[in-house]
C-alpha cells in the first residue's frame, strides 16, 4: 500500500496522473463502501499488518465481493474460518487461491513470498486435536512476511517429545503455543526459553473445561512471567501479534 501510494503521488507530481484522476483514486485509497462493509485499504499502512476476511458470518457471495476489492489492489490477501463451501466458491471465482482446508483459511500470494521480516516464528501445539488453532496461527504469520517453523504434539502428557526438541525452541525468536485441555504447555515453555510466548487456549477438553475457557484461565494466571495470552481458538491474533513483534525488531534494524 505505501508503494501504491508514492507511486500514485509520484505521478501526479511529474505529471503522469491528471490531478483529477489523482482525486479520484485518493478518494477511495483509504476505505471502499460497499454497502454491506467498508473495505480498509489503509489498515496496513496504518497498523503494520493487512485487512483480513473473516467469512465467518459473512455469505459467499460477500467475501467473493470483498477480496475480489482487495485484490484489485495488487496486494496478498488473507481470508480465515472459511468452510468448504465458502472456501470453492472463492477459489472457483478468484484464481490462485491456496485453501488450507485445516487451517479453514483461502490465501493469494500477489507479491514475494520469501520472509521479509527477521526471527522465525515457532507454532508449538500441545496435541493433534489443536492443530487446527496452530496451523491458522502459522497462515497467519507466514501470509504476513513471517519465516514459520512448527512443532506438534509436544503436550505435557509426554513432556519428553518437548525437551527433545531444545534447539528449536532457542532459535526462534518469537513462540506461539497453542494449547487446549487445561492449557499448561505455555507455562513450560517460557520456563525453558527467554523469547515472547504468545499462548493460545483452544476449545479442546472434557466436560469441566467450559470450552477453552479452563485453559484461558490457566494461562492467565501461567507462573512463568512475561507470557501473552490472546483469546480462546484466535491462532488469527497470534499470528498477527508475532508479526508486530517482528515488525518493531525491523524498525530498530532499519534505524541502526
Keep these: 500500500m505505501e508503494k501504491a501510494l508514492r507511486a500514485l503521488l509520484e505521478g501526479v507530481r511529474d505529471g503522469s496522473v491528471p490531478?483529477?484522476?489523482g482525486v479520484v483514486r485518493l478518494r477511495d485509497l483509504a476505505f471502499e463502501d460497499l454497502?454491506?462493509?467498508?473495505?480498509?485499504?489503509?489498515?496496513?499502512?496504518?497498523r503494520g499488518v493487512p485487512e483480513?476476511?473473516?467469512?465467518q458470518g459473512k455469505t459467499p457471495d460477500q467475501c467473493v465481493e470483498i477480496v475480489g476489492r482487495l485484490l484489485a489492489r495488487d496486494g496478498d490477501v488473507l481470508v480465515t474460518r472459511a468452510d468448504a463451501s465458502t472456501a470453492e466458491v472463492l477459489v472457483n471465482a478468484h484464481a490462485g487461491g491456496?485453501?488450507?482446508r485445516l487451517a479453514r483459511t483461502v490465501f493469494w500470494r500477489r507479491t514475494d513470498g520469501t520472509p521479509h521480516l527477521p526471527g522465525r516464528v515457532l507454532v508449538v501445539s500441545a496435541g493433534t486435536s489443536d492443530l487446527r488453532v496452530a496451523e491458522e496461527a502459522a497462515v497467519t504469520a507466514r501470509a504476513f512476511g513471517n519465516e514459520v517453523e512448527t512443532l506438534f504434539d509436544v503436550g505435557v502428557a509426554g513432556i519428553h517429545r518437548l525437551l527433545g526438541r531444545g534447539e528449536m525452541l532457542r532459535n526462534a525468536t518469537v513462540l506461539i503455543v497453542v494449547?487446549?485441555?487445561?492449557g499448561a504447555l505455555p507455562s513450560v515453555v517460557a520456563g525453558l526459553t527467554d523469547v515472547p510466548v504468545i499462548a493460545v487456549p483452544?476449545?479442546?477438553g472434557y466436560?469441566?473445561?467450559?470450552g477453552g475457557l479452563a485453559a484461558l484461565l490457566a494461562m492467565l494466571n501461567s507462573c512463568a512471567s512475561g507470557v501473552t495470552v490472546v483469546n480462546i481458538d484466535n491462532g488469527f491474533g497470534a499470528g498477527c501479534a508475532a508479526t508486530l513483534i517482528h515488525r518493531l525488531a525491523l524498525r530498530k534494524?532499519?534505524?541502526a
Excluded: C, I, P
Design 253 to 255: 534494524e532499519s534505524s
Design 207 to 210: 466436560g469441566a473445561s467450559f
Design 19 to 21: 490531478v483529477d484522476d
Design 179 to 182: 494449547a487446549g485441555m487445561e
Design 202 to 204: 483452544t476449545s479442546t
Design 52 to 55: 483480513v476476511v473473516l467469512a
Design 35 to 46: 454497502g454491506f462493509a467498508n473495505v480498509d485499504h489503509h489498515r496496513k499502512l496504518r
Design 98 to 100: 491456496d485453501w488450507n
